[in-house]
């Protein structure tokens, strides 16, 4: 009967799929290497081939060169919203679902909308454009990308706060990096073609740093060989048959470790397209009139950014955190098993490895891999 209801869950997966637009991204590693520009480009040559294409949202930043690309290409009228007395645009998803083009352009994946939009970010208004069965070409910067988050955050001079979860750069039929030496995109910015004047000075000494946009060229380029992996790997799927990865990632009360567990999990599921967990085992010390009201906020902010990433949280009750553990191990069929590296003072070090150790032993007899994230 289980194995009925998953076949018949595939079938449909398989017809949504079919009726699903096609997804094309261009990926850079910052502002000013030409994504929007790209994408315009590409406009016109689908409406010289006489595809109906429209552009629901594009942002030139008044670049001039982008700016005279829009010339001849139509362009849907934004959606006007009132936000705290002021009235803002931004895109509107209803009327380019009403129209049904077959191509539309919507720039600036990450965005997070205006209050009041109809989804909360733009992502999720390309998902939906999506799901319609229009066709969509979009542009992101790597920065952006979840995932990523636990690598860089800390090495950017500036904080990220517009993200998008890494499935979306995994949904896309298509992807293209749009590549340009460290050496001309600083000449461009110095050139007044990426920031006006008066910019260019704060750029350089804050996001437009040489070792900076090494790292993030470095970065895109791994994502899109990695994306280029992936696609062979789907269709290629039906030729082998391999074993279905199930991961499932233990963490605590400790925000930013967790947060660093969940992201770094996020991306290894990604890769193998699996389904992952992430378990918190609530032990009587940590209940909810025993543990601080900050702990509780963070942890229930890290459910729900493993919930934005594609993960399903499981929070168990119980005093034996390794038998809780392999209890949900099995009876979610998991292949690996990620932990983070004991960060706990030397007088815990033994009590640490006691658990440790219980968790190996109660792992050796089942088949399952275990991954230590630091």
Known sequence: MEEQRKSAEHFLELIKQSRRGKFKIYLGMSAGVGKTYRMLQEAHNLLRNGIDVQIAYIETHGREETDAMLVGLPVLPRKQLYYKGNELEDLDVDL???????????????????????????????????????????????????????????????????????????????????????????????????????????????????????????????????????????????????????????????????????????????????????????TPKEGPNKIPLDKQRFLINNFKLATELGGQVLQVLGRDVPACILEQVLKMEITTLCIGTPRWPFFRILWTMGIFRSLMKKLEKVKVDLIILS
Request: aromatic fraction near 6%.
């Open 96 to 282: 380019v679902l009403q129209l049904h083009p077959e191509v539309v352009l919507v720039d600036e994946l990450a965005h997070t909308n205006v209050p009041g939009s109809k989804n909360n970010k733009r992502w999720q208004d390309v998902m939906e454009i999506l799901d319609a069965g229009i066709n969509v070409i979009s542009a992101v910067n790597i920065q952006h990308v979840e995932g990523l988050q636990a690598e860089i955050g800390d090495l950017l001079s500036v904080d990220v706060h517009e993200r998008i979860p890494d499935r979306v750069l995994q949904s896309a039929d298509e992807l293209l990096f749009v590549d340009i030496s460290v050496e001309d995109l600083l000449a461009r910015l110095k050139e007044g073609k990426i920031y006006k004047q008066d910019k260019i000075e704060r750029a350089l000494k804050n996001f437009f740093r040489s070792d900076q946009l090494l790292l993030l060229r470095e970065l895109a380029l791994k994502e899109l060989a990695g994306h280029a992996i992936m696609k062979h790997e789907r269709e290629h799927s039906q030729e082998k048959k391999r074993r279905m990865e199930r991961f499932m990632v233990c963490i605590g009360t400790d925000e930013k470790k967790a947060k660093n567990l969940i992201r770094r999990t996020s991306r290894l599921a990604s890769y193998y397209q699996a389904d992952w967990y992430v378990l918190y085992v609530q």
